[in-house]
Structures are given as structure tokens and as C-alpha cells.
């Protein structure tokens, strides 16, 4: 398994000889205004360039969606990506939007699982912030809130989990309960809202994972590059050398991980 950052929740999966590109956000640096209702709304992104060519992220065979926010699909993903390529996305909404734009291979991802390539997929729940506070708050902004994680199981592969835009929550303990993945991956730069609620994993939530999965790798994603952010990487690092945290593995936009089987 090989698993390359690419930048913020954009990652290339490389798992069971099959590569899955996750979240693609291919807008060029400054090109986005900060998001309305959220903190550093004045702070323009993604905040740092793509550390590789367009065409070079988007040579993959299948390519995952866990929710249409513009920080995880954005028109240059719309115009650069394939229209016949393998799509999975969370819901029949998110499957109707891009089948609007041209994809004609969408699939919904469910929770019973679904086999391609040898692979077992699962969707798995979220919370993208407390779903009582920010739910709402989606709906006034007109920005849908559901967010999925994935689960990946083949084989002669480690079992790998997905987390998505989610806080620690509920939904993330029956995942890793119910799975029992050996690698995690979690968008962790605490993302936040103008009356402060976090709407993805800071370091305590990293924590609670770890607490709860203590002898699988966590690999953090979704750093330094959205406007409101709160949690970065060099925070992570000086977190994990505080805690004593060993199994946390923190890459920099444009490095592979190789996980051995």
C-alpha cells in the first residue's frame, strides 16, 4: 500500500494495484475566498500550490468523493478528470451533481459494502462538526453537511480507514470497532467555525483514536492549506512529541507513505 499526500484532503491511494485519488482539489493557490461563517475568512486558498502537475494526481483508475465541499471537488477536478472514470460518492444527491457535470460512471458507496477490483469498499458516517450545531448552520449557507469515510479491506492488504471530514464522534467509534483497521487516515487541521465549533479532528480528537486504536498508524491529512484551519502540522508535530505519540505519522504535501503488508 502506498499512500501519497497530495494537499489538504487531496491523497493518491495506491491499495491492492489499484490507485483510488481521493478529494481532488486541484484550484490553484489564492484562488478561493476563506469561507463565509468560518474563522480567517479573509485568508484566500488553498494557501499553498499542488506539489505535483495536474495530470500527473489525476492519472488514477478510480477516484473518491466523500462530499462535494469546494476544498474536496472543485471545477479544475470537474475539467481535468476523465468523464468515464470509475466515481464513488456518499448519496444519490452527490451522485445526481456530477452526473449534472458530465461523469458517467457514479456510483453510491454503501454502508453494507460494495466489491471493486478485489477490494471490499464501505462507506462509514460522519460528523463534519457536532451534527445539532453545524447542520444547521450548513443549511443557512446552503452547503449540504453529510460528509462519509471509507473503509478499504483486501486480501494480502492492511485494512485501511478513511476517516473524512468528521470530528470524533460516535460514527468513528463503530467504525473502528467494527473493522479494526491496522491504518488510519484523518483530516486533522481543526477546521472552524466563527463560533468556534470544530467541524473536523484536532489533536485531541487524534487522541481518542489512538485511544481507541492504539496499536494502528494514524496518518494525518487536510493540513495547512484550507483558511480555517486552527490545528497545523508543526502544531501535530510538537503534539506528538509532548504525548509521547509514536504512531502518528504526519506527511508533507507531495510525500508517500509505504505501509508493508
Known sequence: MKITQIRNATIIIEYNNTKFLIDPWLSPKDSMAGFEGAINSNIRQPR????FSIDKITNADVVIVTHV??????????????KEIKLFVQSETDKNYLTSKGFNNVEVLLSGGINYNGIELYKTGCQHGRREVVEPICKQLNMPYDSMGVIFKARGEKT???????????EVEEAIKEFDPQIIIVNACGAT?????????????????IAQAPSATIIASHMDTVSHL??????LKQYARTE?????????DGETIIINN
Do not use: F, Q
Not at 499553498?48 to 506539489?51: F, M
Open 160 to 170: 485501511l480507514y478513511l476517516a473524512g471530514d468528521t470530528i470524533y464522534c460516535e
Open 244 to 252: 509521547s505519540i509514536d504512531n502518528l505519522l504526519i506527511p508533507e
Open 48 to 51: 499553498v500550490e499542488l506539489p
Open 230 to 235: 486552527s490545528v497545523t502540522r508543526a502544531d
Open 193 to 209: 467555525l466563527l463560533n468556534g465549533e470544530k467541524i473536523i479532528m484536532t489533536d485531541k480528537d487524534i487522541r481518542k483514536v
Open 69 to 82: 465541499h469546494p476544498d474536496h471537488w472543485d471545477e479544475y477536478a470537474e475539467k481535468a478528470i476523465n
